[in-house]
């Protein structure tokens, strides 16, 4: 890359799965190309839409893989996705069915919001995010939160998601599967 480019630039945001990484390798001539801009002082950022890591996860994985780069460095979906359920609640209260991973539960219960298990507890809101371990159960309970009208943000809509042994249902594939069940589309982060 040539220092022309950075030249008219602040820096490089990088996206993550499938640019940098797919599952736990690194994509050929991604971490050399990282390091070699870092080294030359051009600022780097991470993006990703993957919302079942907390940056300092994401940090780790990027380090092991030769990549420096710190927490700081790291903008993830499930932050955005909050962000979004703020702005579309319009207030930091409520309950809260999180259909995502444990980080993404984490990053809702610091904003403020009570997280519940279940649809019977009467969520105002259901975030939905990447998690690897979702199942048939927590996407019904989504579809019976949503039917009952609850407020239903994704963190982001990629069907699909670059994994070491090829391409695998991203979060989007599985919103797609509370939206047919429920005739709605949610707001999206991404």
């Not at 490089?12 to 050399?32: K, Q, R, S, T």
């Not at 519940?116 to 009467?122: D, E, I, L």
């Not at 009208?149 to 963190?155: C, E, K």
């Amino acid at each position: 890359m040539s220092a022309t480019f950075f030249a008219g630039h602040d820096g490089l945001l990088c996206d993550l799965d499938g640019v940098v990484y797919a599952g736990g390798g690194a994509i050929a001539g991604a971490v050399e190309t990282l390091s070699t801009l870092q080294e030359r002082g051009v600022p780097v950022g991470f993006v990703t839409n993957n919302a079942s890591r907390a940056p300092e996860s994401v940090a780790e994985h990027l380090r092991t893989l030769g990549v420096p780069a710190e927490a700081g460095q790291v903008f993830g979906s499930a932050p955005a996705g909050v962000d979004l359920l703020e702005e579309t609640l319009g207030r930091r209260t409520g309950r809260v069915l999180v259909v995502g991973s444990a980080y993404l539960r984490a990053v809702v219960e610091e904003r403020g919001y009570e997280v519940v298990a279940s649809a019977a507890q009467c969520p105002d809101a259901v975030i939905q995010g990447f998690d690897p371990g979702l199942g048939w159960a927590d996407l019904a309970e989504a579809a019976y939160a949503v039917r009952a009208g609850a407020t239903w943000v994704a963190t982001n809509l990629d069907t699909s998601i670059p994994r070491a042994e090829g391409i695998a249902p991203g979060n989007g594939a599985l919103v797609e599967a509370v939206g047919r069940a429920t005739g709605t589309a949610p707001v999206a982060a991404g």
